[in-house]
């Protein structure tokens, strides 16, 4: 890992967590995140066509892009990497954004076309709501470009439950290709009415169980939320003078989306993925400290991924640590979640066990760890995984290099 990307600071605001040390706290402490109804009655969740009202976790004090708070948990993670803002105005630096930004709701064309007279619209309220300045998501990537004078506009990645591990994806490769000092990876998560059709319409939403893993969970603890992960190069932080830190090593996988829900294929394609991530990194199972899975619920997912890790792992035990059962599932940022709970991990030789909500699926129950609390350790790496509805699969293997240097 000569010069791999390191984790320079990362910032949360999540529905279970307002900062970082509460994340962690929360964690040690067994807490589950809240949840509320997302339709404002069982009536009005069957009148939009489902069988009956959702419960989410959202933000109520943060908007679709709330710039001060983006500004905010930027800053905080520069000053976490001891670097300032102006750092974010050099050519060697990427931003990338993840998320969907400022979206009207699905709800307010239903509320329109509904109704059968021109006239309704000056009485329709709703209908003010569906505007372009409420559609535009490069307003965010503008506003931060101007914000901290970046040289390149942020692109806007969507890759489903992947979005943000494909945005560190594509900065660990620019980083080890010795292209980049610094990566920046954002993610702004809010629900609308149209995400709760789109995980119905992918049998995401069947149950009211959530455990990861579970026997009888076919669905997942929808969640919003706000999150930030800046990673530098191992040169550009010898040049400060900084050794150490966790560092990342990525393996990405494309498949087709239209097989993404085959489970024995989705399940081959994980074990191809973690095997090379492995390699890559020249590690073995045995030299984990944990795994922290995709996870998320969903009955088929789960199902592959449970067979891919059993495989991975065969008669060795490492723990697995499934937390979107937990903190929630930020659909395009639970991977900047799931890499700072790993990053504490490492550094600090200590697991945080999620708590369960259910029986586990035979097989994957002898690995996936719940209920134990805070157990330490003494390994140096851990693998985290990823996988989208849009056929991504990702890998990545994070290691505590203090001891290598």
Same mark, same amino acid.
């Given at each position: 890992?000569?010069?791999?990307?390191?984790?320079?600071?990362?910032?949360?605001?999540?529905?279970?967590?307002?900062?970082?040390?509460?994340?962690?706290?929360?964690?040690?402490?067994?807490?589950?995140?809240?949840?509320?109804?997302?339709?404002?009655?069982?009536?009005?969740?069957?009148?939009? &066509? /489902?069988? &009956?009202?959702?419960?989410?976790?959202?933000?109520?004090?943060?908007?679709?892009?709330?710039? @001060?708070?983006?500004?905010?948990?930027?800053?905080?993670?520069?000053?976490?990497?001891?670097?300032?803002?102006?750092?974010?105005? &050099?050519?060697?630096?990427?931003?990338?954004?993840?998320?969907?930004?400022?979206?009207? +709701?699905?709800? +307010?064309?239903?509320? /329109?076309?509904? $109704?059968?007279?021109?006239?309704?619209?000056?009485?329709?309220?709703?209908?003010?709501?569906?505007?372009?300045?409420?559609?535009?998501?490069?307003?965010?990537?503008?506003?931060?470009?101007?914000?901290?004078?970046? $040289?390149?506009?942020?692109?806007?990645?969507?890759?489903? *439950?992947?979005?943000?591990?494909?945005?560190?994806?594509?900065?660990?490769?620019?980083?080890?290709? &010795?292209?980049?000092?610094?990566?920046?990876?954002?993610?702004?998560? $809010?629900?609308?009415?149209?995400?709760?059709? /789109?995980?119905?319409?992918?049998?995401?939403?069947?149950?009211?169980?959530?455990?990861? /893993?579970?026997?009888?969970?076919?669905?997942?603890l929808f969640a919003e939320g706000y999150s930030v992960l800046l990673l530098e190069s191992r040169r550009h932080r010898r040049e400060r003078n900084l050794r150490g830190g966790?560092?990342?090593?990525?393996?990405?996988?494309?498949? *087709?989306?239209?097989?993404?829900?085959?489970?024995?294929?989705?399940?081959?394609?994980?074990?191809?993925?973690?095997?090379?991530?492995?390699? @890559?990194?020249?590690?073995?199972?045995?030299?984990?400290?944990?795994?922290?899975?995709?996870? @998320?619920?969903?009955?088929?997912?789960?199902?592959?991924?449970?067979?891919?890790?059993?495989?991975?792992?065969?008669?060795?035990?490492?723990?697995?640590?499934?937390?979107?059962?937990?903190?929630?599932?930020?659909?395009?940022?639970?991977?900047?979640?799931?890499?700072?709970?790993?990053?504490?991990?490492?550094?600090?030789?200590?697991?945080?066990?999620?708590? *369960? @909500?259910?029986?586990?699926?035979?097989?994957?129950?002898?690995?996936?760890?719940?209920?134990?609390?805070?157990?330490?350790?003494?390994?140096?790496?851990?693998?985290?995984?990823?996988?989208?509805?849009?056929?991504?699969?990702?890998?990545?293997?994070?290691?505590?290099?203090?001891?290598?240097?």
């Amino acid at each position: 890992m000569n010069n791999s990307a390191v984790i320079a600071g990362y910032g949360v605001y999540l529905p279970f967590a307002k900062d970082n040390a509460e994340l962690i706290e929360k964690l040690r402490l067994g807490e589950r995140v809240n949840t509320t109804p997302w339709f404002k009655s069982d009536a009005q969740a069957k009148k939009c &066509g /489902f069988s &009956g009202n959702k419960n989410v976790a959202t933000l109520k004090q943060a908007g679709d892009s709330d710039m @001060n708070l983006i500004y905010k948990l930027i800053d905080a993670a520069l000053a976490q990497a001891m670097l300032n803002k102006h750092c974010l105005a &050099g050519e060697h630096v990427r931003v990338y954004l993840t998320g969907l930004g400022p979206r009207v +709701d699905g709800i +307010d064309y239903k509320s /329109f076309y509904n $109704k059968n007279d021109v006239e309704d619209i000056l009485l329709t309220r709703s209908i003010s709501n569906l505007q372009i300045a409420n559609m535009s998501q490069d307003s965010v990537a503008r506003n931060i470009a101007r914000h901290y004078r970046l $040289k390149h506009m942020p692109p806007n990645m969507n890759c489903t *439950s992947n979005s943000s591990l494909a945005a560190v994806h594509l900065g660990c490769q620019g980083i080890e290709k &010795g292209n980049l000092d610094l990566v920046l990876v954002i993610n702004c998560s $809010k629900i609308k009415s149209q995400d709760i059709w /789109f995980l119905v319409s992918q049998s995401m939403l069947d149950s009211e169980l959530v455990q990861p /893993f579970g026997e009888e969970s076919k669905s997942v603890l929808f969640a919003e939320g706000y999150s930030v992960l800046l990673l530098e190069s191992r040169r550009h932080r010898r040049e400060r003078n900084l050794r150490g830190g966790v560092c990342l090593k990525s393996t990405y996988m494309q498949i *087709s989306a239209s097989r993404s829900n085959e489970s024995s294929w989705l399940s081959a394609c994980m074990v191809k993925v973690m095997n090379q991530a492995l390699k @890559n990194a020249r590690l073995a199972p045995e030299d984990l400290c944990a795994i922290i899975p995709h996870g @998320n619920g969903s009955a088929v997912s789960d199902r592959a991924e449970a067979r891919a890790i059993c495989q991975l792992l065969g008669e060795q035990t490492v723990p697995v640590l499934a937390y979107k059962g937990q903190v929630g599932y930020t659909a395009t940022g639970s991977g900047i979640v799931d890499l700072v709970i790993g990053h504490y991990s490492l550094r600090h030789r200590e697991l945080l066990v999620p708590v *369960s @909500n259910g029986a586990i699926a035979e097989g994957i129950a002898e690995h996936l760890l719940t209920d134990k609390g805070a157990i330490g350790h003494r390994r140096q790496h851990l693998l985290k995984i990823g996988i989208g509805v849009d056929g991504s699969v990702i890998a990545i293997v994070m290691s505590d290099s203090d001891v290598d240097e």
